[in-house]
């Protein structure tokens, strides 16, 4: 009996040890599989910034320009549409100029967008500081404060709403509308020293964060371009303005508000040759800028002489 005990114990323990043998083997792999996908996401990340567009000011120029010569021919394509919606006439023509001009009206705010540099600069900016904070994984300083902020920010949250339910709250904020609305309810918490505290947690977090955002954004070289790039834009659209300011600016304003068919195929034309000017200028400027001559005229060939 003694020795049958024994034999179990042992089997016991040699399938102990067996199981914990396949434990380990299980959490390794797990843990490798882990590792490998964290450095797949990182070299993921690598490539994206290698293969990301330069961001200085010339190469977002040149990105502008080929956006605003797209954006006008979507423009011009829609102005011709409504040209067409214009000329039509039966049941439903009304109806289909009203969409043709609202199809227009999309674009032509497109096109102004598009011919901004300072806009696109500012796109590509906030592009590049979302990518950055994606890759920012869990338990880095980042993810941490940022969690810790969120954590104070739904407490504070909280008790925003449990001290406007109380009823002496309430009393005080019938009628009111608007920034109205928004000032009594400010003026409610105010008093309220539990309040004020998380809010000053809450503050102090958010600066915490923005500390470390402000970080990692100086810390990468494509940032800095964009960024420089950014300042640049705004500098020359502001001397832009000023050179042209008290006469009429280049970027040519279109009515769009047409009462019927004559109207609308007047603000079509005006839209087309809008279009037709943007395309032109930015092509001449992507195609030759100051200095490059391309494709001079061919010198005359001596007479021959008889």
Known sequence: MRRYVDFRLESVSVWSATSLLSLLVVMMV?????????TAEQRKAEQRRRARQQQNYAAIRERQ??????????????AQQVLKAAE??????????????????????????????TRQAAKELAEIEAEILEEQE??????????AMETVRRSLTEMENRILAEPKSQSQLPGLTGSKMVDGK?????????????????????SVV????????????????????????????????????????GRVGLNLKARNATEAAAAAR?????????????SRDRNDPPGNKKNPPPKGKPQNKK
């Not at 843990?31 to 490998?36: K, P």
């Open 30 to 38: 797990v843990i490798s599989a882990s590792a490998e996908q964290k």
């Open 65 to 78: 320009q080929q956006a605003a010569i797209q954006a006008a021919q979507s423009q011009k394509n829609a």
């Open 88 to 117: 039509a006439t039966g049941e439903g023509a009304q109806a289909k100029l009203d969409a043709a001009l609202a199809k227009l009206r999309n674009e032509a705010d497109q096109l102004r967008d598009a011919e901004s540099t």
């Open 138 to 147: 869990a338990g880095s300083p980042y993810q941490t404060a940022f969690q």
């Open 186 to 206: 400010k003026a409610i918490l105010d008093l309220r020293s539990e309040y004020l505290v998380i809010k000053a947690e809450f503050t102090i977090k958010a």
């Open 210 to 249: 923005a500390k470390i955002r402000t970080e990692l954004f100086q810390a990468d070289a494509h940032w800095k371009g964009a960024s420089d790039a950014l300042a640049e834009a705004r500098r020359e659209e502001q001397a832009a303005e000023n050179d042209t300011r008290g006469a009429s600016s």
């Open 270 to 282: 005006a839209a087309i040759a809008h279009a037709d000017a943007v395309i032109k200028a930015n």
